[in-house]
């Protein structure tokens, strides 16, 4: 989505949203880009997979089995 469509969807200010932008790119979860004027966001789906993964170890989930 375009930084304006993300921003859209909240209640919170563009600088505030600006900012929030720039935490998940430091912390690789989002990937921008650029054409003119106008920044699109894309969710990084390693890490979101990564996350999950390490989420399921801390709870003891098995992805094969599921939920215990």
């Known amino acids: 989505m375009t930084a304006g469509e993300l921003v859209a969807q909240f209640d919170l200010s563009w600088p505030t949203m600006s900012?929030?932008?720039a935490v998940l790119r430091e912390a690789g979860l989002v990937q921008q880009?650029?054409?003119g004027s106008t920044i699109t966001y894309r969710l990084n789906q390693?890490?979101?997979e990564e996350a999950l993964v390490a989420l399921m170890d801390a709870?003891?989930?098995d992805p094969?089995?599921?939920?215990?």
Do not use: C, I, Q, W
Request: aromatic share 6%.
């Open 19 to 21: 900012g929030h932008f």
């Open 46 to 48: 390693t890490a979101l």
């Open 64 to 68: 094969a089995k599921g939920p215990a």
């Open 33 to 35: 880009e650029r054409s």
């Open 59 to 61: 709870l003891g989930v």
